[in-house]
């Protein structure tokens, strides 16, 4: 079965310093990924996702993860945080197993700015 | 804002009720899938529907059920709830529900069962 690893509970970083937060994959087949972002008392927010092409994948807010395929991760990157940035994070992956259809989330990141 | 509403934002009910989730996909989105947040359990996928078919379930329990009308919103349905049942619980939606497509999340549903 497909599956997505977080293994950071909380990410701190100063306002102004890049930013990494880790996801590793297991899946057969190509892998769908997706980034997700989530502010409190709101939903789910999509950042950016992988099919295929380039490794390096931007999406919103300035965003972008790194498809690395022998290392089976894909890791979200900001060159330079917000303190606006502060939620939490989710990677997900696509599973097409078992006739179901549905994204697989990781435990979620919550990732802290500190000014 | 995504283009994904539900209503209502809060629930709060008592054990053995039941109770009925409103989801409107974005303009346009066939498919609309569930999802149940937990502590416990983190994000869950309940059930996906296309286009008012039934397309894949996940960990729904029976006492649950959904539905998706001609007009592609959704209801999902709780019974006989529980004090575990309490969870936010997320429509999201996608225009074909094909594995490429990016799902787009409503604000929620909070639901609370005293």
């Known amino acids: 079965a497909q599956s997505v690893a977080q293994p950071e509970d909380q990410v701190n970083v100063a306002e102004g310093n890049p930013l990494t937060v880790k996801c590793t994959y297991s899946v057969s087949g190509n892998p769908y990924l997706f980034w997700y972002v989530q502010y409190p008392n709101r939903g789910l927010q999509f950042l950016l996702k992988y099919i295929t092409g380039d490794n390096l994948v931007k999406g919103s807010y300035g965003f972008e993860a790194e498809f690395n395929k022998s290392q089976t991760s894909f890791h979200l990157k900001k060159p330079s945080a917000l303190v606006s940035d502060s939620a939490l994070y989710f990677c997900?992956?696509?599973?097409?197993?078992?006739?179901?259809?549905?994204?697989?989330f990781g435990t979620g990141t919550r990732l802290q700015v500190f000014p | 804002d995504s283009g994904v509403t539900q209503t209502p934002k809060h629930l709060i009910t008592a054990t053995g009720q039941r109770v009925t989730l409103r989801c409107s996909p974005r303009?346009?989105?066939?498919?609309v899938y569930w999802y149940q947040q937990s502590l416990d359990q983190g994000l869950q996928f309940l059930i996906q529907y296309y286009n008012g078919e039934e397309r894949a379930k996940g960990n729904i329990l029976e006492r649950f059920s959904a539905q998706q009308f001609p007009d592609l919103h959704s209801e999902l349905n709780l019974s006989s709830l529980e004090l575990g049942d309490s969870a936010l619980y997320f429509c999201?939606?996608?225009?074909?529900?094909?594995?490429?497509?990016?799902?787009?999340f409503g604000p929620g549903t909070r639901l609370t069962v005293l």
């Open positions: 997900a992956v696509r599973d097409q197993s078992y006739n179901t259809d549905k994204l697989i």
């Open positions: 303009s346009g989105d066939l498919s």
């Open positions: 999201a939606s996608s225009p074909y529900g094909q594995s490429t497509d990016t799902q787009y």
